[in-house]
């Protein structure tokens, strides 16, 4: 797949839509001085016919589904195709990056229980405590060891959210995207921190 860094500052309360967001990473792409993924190739993307993608966001506080057609490109060079994914986009995955920082924002200052909350944005709860593992130890492993957290929080949240150098850099950095659940290739051998521990569902 191509990454493209799109909009990223204050992510979660930026007034773009993730289509906005969306549709203006795509029209500024361009393939000629993209290098393919697999091969390093430069400036030898055909394009191809898209696909369409589920994309679960939030506007204005609302959960939104869209569907999004997703831009293709096959590398003459070597033969493979990648998928044109903008950095608001999590691989593997229909949620937006948008709409999982929010929810995790939501769940630090929820008035209810956690089951009320996840009903609230139709998701489950496992769901949210694996979003909250998952950015607990993709945090860590982005920051200094003092900078470490065991949970989720509003600081790391607001570092992430407000930080030009997210998800890009993390993805330079370790070789797959911020929040993504998928397994890292198997030649990435980065280990992470294992700090999981027991909470409440209320």
């Known amino acids: ?8 500052i204050k992510l979660i309360h930026l007034h773009l839509s ?9 029209s500024v792409f361009e393939s000629s001085a993209c ?5 390093k190739a430069k400036g030898r993307f ?10 679960i966001s939030v506007n204005e506080g609302v959960r939104t589904d869209k569907v999004l057609s997703v831009h293709r490109f096959l590398c003459e060079s070597c033969g493979h195709t990648h998928a044109l994914l903008p950095d608001i986009l999590i ?8 709409f ?5 924002e939501g769940y630090l200052n929820r008035p209810g229980s956690v089951a009320d909350y996840c009903e609230s944005w139709q998701i489950a709860v496992s769901t949210l405590y694996g979003w909250i593992h ?29 930080s030009q150098a997210f998800p890009s850099g993390f993805l330079s950095r370790f070789g797959f995207s911020f929040l993504q659940a998928a397994k890292p290739s198997p030649s990435i051998r980065w280990q992470f921190p294992d700090r999981r ?5 209320t």
């Open 134 to 162: 998952l950015f607990a130890t993709h945090y860590n492993a982005w920051c200094q060891i003092l900078d470490q957290i065991a949970w989720v929080c509003s600081d790391a949240l607001k570092a992430v959210s407000q």
């Open 197 to 201: 521990r027991r909470h409440s569902s």
């Open 1 to 8: 797949m191509i990454r493209d860094k799109a909009v990223f």
């Open 100 to 104: 999982v920082l929010t929810v995790l």
């Open 91 to 98: 691989p593997f995955g229909s949620y937006s990056l948008r």
């Open 18 to 26: 993730d289509q906005q967001l969306y549709d203006s990473a795509v």
């Open 35 to 39: 290098s393919c993924p697999f091969c």
């Open 46 to 55: 055909k394009q191809i016919k898209p696909y369409d993608r589920h994309m």
